[in-house]
């Protein structure tokens, strides 16, 4: 290039037709072509990838820019007084939140990782104008609670596609669906959130079946 176009040193401000050698010395300048590196460029003869990754976390050096405004001093082996090199660090919640919800989620909601998740299961009692089913969610409910599991009862009285669709928005790993034509064949449905798929189980064994699914969904993120 013969004409250029520079800095200002002046913010959002750029000077046009710079002729180098006549505008500014360029006698000691390297002059190169430059570009954006693209997978699969090349670097001493190895393959150049690219992985995405999210930054949940922050280091940071503060030098002495606090500490001298502090006093926050320290006596060296010297017994010379100097100011202290201060740093910072911390993981933001918020991000953790959002990464894990970039990372799990589909056309329906959230799939939140069990670690994380705002409850582990979600019994939906579809039909709670009937009292056998209301009886039996509210009882599943409870079981689960008395086994120190952080559940949550779906009691609305609602249509079931609407408590599906919120289950499924808010992403709570876990679903138990009580169900006036499950409970007459004496069973209620079990899905995971990550899947497309749930299972029957007998009402008495509803309780041990979802520990199952929590304790496995756990053992996975180890």
């Known amino acids: 290039m013969s004409v250029w176009v520079t800095g200002a040193n002046k913010t959002d401000y ?35 990838f690219f992985k995405k990754g999210i930054e949940v976390g922050q280091v940071f050096k503060l030098g002495t820019k606090y500490s001298d405004k502090l006093g926050a001093k320290f006596l ?53 104008d009937d009292e056998n089913v209301a009886k039996i969610a509210e009882n599943i409910y409870q079981q689960l609670l008395d086994k120190g599991i952080d559940v949550l009862l779906d009691d609305r009285v609602l249509r079931g596609g609407v408590k599906f669709k919120d289950a ?37 064994k509803a309780t041990d079946e979802v520990i199952k699914h929590i304790e496995s969904l756990k053992e996975q993120i180890k």
């Open 168 to 204: 499924d928005l808010i992403g709570i790993p876990v679903r138990v669906t009580v169900g006036k034509k499950s409970v007459a064949e004496g069973n209620v449905e079990i899905k995971l959130r990550s899947e497309s798929q749930s299972q029957k189980v007998s009402i008495e």
């Open 14 to 48: 750029h000077i046009k037709n710079v002729v180098p050698g006549r505008d500014f010395k360029i006698d000691d300048a390297q002059v190169i072509d430059i570009r954006y590196a693209v997978d699969g460029d090349t670097y001493n003869g190895k393959k150049l």
């Open 76 to 128: 060296d082996e010297e017994g010379n007084e100097n100011p202290c090199l201060m740093g910072c660090y911390g993981i933001g919640v918020n991000r953790i939140l959002a990464s894990a919800i970039e990372l799990g989620n589909d056309d329906n909601g959230i799939i939140w990782p069990i670690s994380i998740a705002p409850f582990e299961v979600i019994v939906t009692s579809v039909n709670q």
